[in-house]
């Protein structure tokens, strides 16, 4: 037995001690170490659910029908010529290979090309198609566009290839299906090239005969006019007149020329002077024959003036004057004739020209006057006849292009049956399974926790409530908190014993964790309370069912076992549980002595375990008691401290009941119970704001039915004690 515990002496007025409620506490940090707490504290369940999601997936892939999947690989060469002959022989592929693989990929899903092999395959056949739903199709469904699900078409990056897969439950279909697929593409791209190569050639065929007949038509009119023209080509013949024009003005210009220059010297010729006849055209032999008479001159002067007029010499060198004379008259009459000759020749010359090129003149204007419609009847014609002969080349190579059909779009590879099925893919399931099973358990682990309004560590009602936490109860096995009264022989004699008849001695039992747990409250809550005595504590609890009359049971014989006279009093006049606790008798009691004005020393009840403990029970419950309890329990209180250290009192839940009010207010000081993981935080802090309202002096906060699992700070306060005394059960009634 521990040594009694001294309490101040001092009898000082109780202040009431409020420490607030913050209904919105300022957000710590949670540490990860909180998180595996959760975790670990889930652990089972969370187990328990993966094991369910991942056999439930084997269960399902095992029992859903295996799917197989099939590939061709399609090769594109962007290089290929479309055609052998002509323009498509020679073009160039233009850069768009993203555009035109899309293109085909489209192509390939298109009604055209499928329908061919789905007919083939009986494909969208009840019987035949494990997709589709077993109903008979109407003929507006056979005519609508078809669409195989099962079919998926894809190209690996930066490739010129295309992968056709197609899914069946049937691998041989599947592969079967996939390579139709294919050949229908291949051929279908054929047809529609075909297709409009022999389009064109229908379309130059049908307007070649118009073409035919207008070139004819040009030809003939262009023929017409140059038998107008009486000409072959008009403008060879535009060409030699204009060079024939350009010589004769040449000449022309010429000839007026010397005329001109002959007309001049005519007319010096007309005047008679020697020097005219000279400088004409003629004057070269005047000029020998003017030279030949100056030397005879000049020979008869020497001879005359050496010999007489009779001397041969000097008759002779007459005579040769006088020829030279004449010679010379001679010579100028015939210059001047010939120079009138020549200016007559000159001047007709002249006139001739002028004439021939007047009429060359005339007959170039003529032929330059029709030589544009010339022209334009010329080009026509040869227009229509080059578009008739590119109209003609072009159906001859429409015609070999249309045949040909090229190897552009070819299959690299053919499907064949996959031996393994692609779906259900079972390793990929259960892992699936798995890691999502695990987030989901998870999340919801860390969500319970987070949206968890209850209270379960003294941390989290320090900040929430800002009040201290007294103490924490263990949650016990229920044959270890329960108290059953063995009646002896003797009247009014009791044995505190357990449920199964084991004696209660603690050298036969030792000490448990929940009576340890009680004891450590006693301390706490009286020696936390230097500065003034407590003689009255008042046990309560924001709801019922939150062990509030264990507590207060528990705590009163703790405090008597320290050998200090103790009164427990249950003021729980609606729902009495002291009795049951202890087997006392319920019909006489507190409620006896309200109502009939009787002393209530008359109604202790004493164990004979427990000496230094008295116990006034509720009594029947009665609401008349309950409404006079209120006002008798200080006059109760006044008498009962002269004989008692300690008094506890088991009141009513705080909340929707007006007598716990008054009985606050009474006391020295007032513990709220609340039963951990369960009771709503709003509803002790609605109960702490009532008790400030009514200045009650709040001690602390009781937790009640504290298990390892509610909070990782609880981990090591059980570990202490070794796994007999981890119990875990619900929490009593009151």
């Known amino acids: 037995m521990s040594e009694p515990m001294s309490l101040p002496a001092a009898n000082q007025p109780v202040q009431p001690t409020w420490y607030g409620y913050d209904a919105e506490p300022e957000r710590a940090a949670v540490p990860l170490a909180h998180y595996l707490w959760i975790l670990r504290r889930h652990r089972w369940k969370i187990l328990v659910f993966i094991f369910g999601c991942v056999a439930a997936t084997i269960v399902v892939s095992a029992r859903l029908t295996p799917i197989y999947e099939s590939t061709v690989t399609v090769d594109i060469d962007r290089q290929m010529p479309s055609g052998v002959v002509g323009q498509d022989a020679t073009r160039m592929p233009a850069n768009d290979s993203d555009q035109f693989l899309a293109t085909q990929i489209k192509l390939i899903q298109s009604d055209s090309v499928l329908r061919p092999v789905v007919r083939q395959y ?351 109860l263990p949650q016990v096995k229920s044959w270890r908190r329960r108290l059953a009264v063995a009646r002896t022989n003797e009247p009014g004699i009791t044995a505190l014993t357990r449920s199964d008849g084991s004696e209660p001695d603690d050298r036969k039992r030792g000490v448990t964790g929940f009576e340890e747990a009680v004891r450590t409250l006693r301390n706490s809550i009286l020696l936390g309370t230097f500065d003034r005595r407590l003689r009255s504590l008042m046990i309560t609890s924001a709801a019922p069912a939150e062990g509030k009359t264990t507590t207060a049971v528990h705590l009163a014989i703790a405090h008597s076992q320290q050998k200090h006279k103790t009164l427990l009093i249950d003021c729980d006049m609606r729902r009495p549980g002291v009795h049951s606790k202890l087997g006392i008798n319920p019909e006489s009691g507190l409620a006896a002595a309200l109502q009939n004005g009787l002393q209530w020393h008359e109604k202790l009840v004493k164990l004979a375990e427990l000496p230094d403990l008295d116990i006034l029970p509720a009594g029947l419950s009665s609401r008349r008691a309950a409404d006079l309890i209120g006002a008798c329990l200080p006059r109760i209180l006044e008498e009962a401290f002269a004989s008692y250290d300690l008094i506890v009192i088991d009141a009513p839940p705080m909340l929707g009941f007006p007598e716990p009010l008054q009985m606050a207010a009474a006391v020295d000081g007032v513990v709220v119970v609340a039963l951990a993981g369960q009771t709503n935080r709003n509803a002790v802090g609605s109960a702490l704001t009532t008790l400030q309202r009514v200045r009650a002096s709040v001690v602390g906060l009781v937790l009640n039915a504290v298990t390892r699992d509610l909070s990782d700070s609880y981990h090591y306060y059980y570990g202490y004690y070794g796994k007999n005394y981890r119990y875990y059960t619900g929490a009593d009634n009151n």
């Open 122 to 472: 009986h494909l969208l056949d009840p019987a035949q198609d494990a997709f589709h739903k077993a109903t008979a199709r109407s003929q507006a469904e056979e005519d609508a566009p078809v669409k195989l699900r099962q079919l998926k078409v894809s190209r690996p990056p930066n490739t010129y290839l295309l992968l056709i897969n197609y899914r069946s439950p049937d691998p041989r279909l599947a592969a079967d299906v996939a390579n139709g697929i294919a050949n229908s593409y291949v051929e279908h791209t054929y047809n529609i090239r075909f297709r409009s190569s022999a389009s064109v050639a229908s379309f130059m065929e049908k307007q070649i005969e118009e073409l035919k007949a207008k070139m004819e038509r040009s030809s003939a009119a262009l023929a017409q006019f140059e038998r107008e023209l009486n000409v072959i080509n008009p403008e060879e013949k535009t060409s030699i007149l204009s060079s024939r024009l350009l010589q004769l003005n040449t000449e022309y210009t010429n000839a007026q020329t010397d005329r001109v220059r002959k007309e001049s010297a005519w007319k010096s010729v007309q005047s008679g002077t020697l020097e005219a006849a000279q400088v004409s055209t003629q004057g070269e032999d005047l000029k020998t024959l003017s030279q030949k008479l100056d030397d005879a001159q000049q020979k008869f002067a020497d001879v005359k003036t050496h010999y007489g007029p009779n001397h041969p010499e000097y008759h002779k060198a007459a005579v040769q004057v006088e020829e030279i004379e004449r010679q010379l008259r001679d010579s100028r009459e015939n210059a001047a004739l010939r120079v009138e000759v020549e200016y007559r020749e000159a001047l007709n010359r002249e006139a001739l020209l002028r004439k021939a090129v007047a009429e060359t003149k005339a007959e170039s204007d003529r032929i330059n006057a029709r030589s544009f419609e010339y022209q334009a009847l010329k080009r026509e014609a040869d227009a229509d006849k080059t578009l008739y002969e590119e109209l003609v080349r072009r159906i001859k190579e429409a015609g070999i292009n249309a045949g040909f059909q090229n190897s552009s779009i070819r299959i690299a590879d053919p499907a064949r049956a996959a031996n393994n099925p692609v779906f259900p893919n079972l390793k990929l399931n259960v892992i699936l399974a798995f890691l999502f099973s695990t987030l989901l358990a998870a999340g919801v682990a860390v969500a319970s926790d987070v949206l968890d309004k209850s209270i379960r560590d003294p941390e989290q009602i320090a900040s929430l409530f800002k009040i201290e936490v007294m103490g924490s």
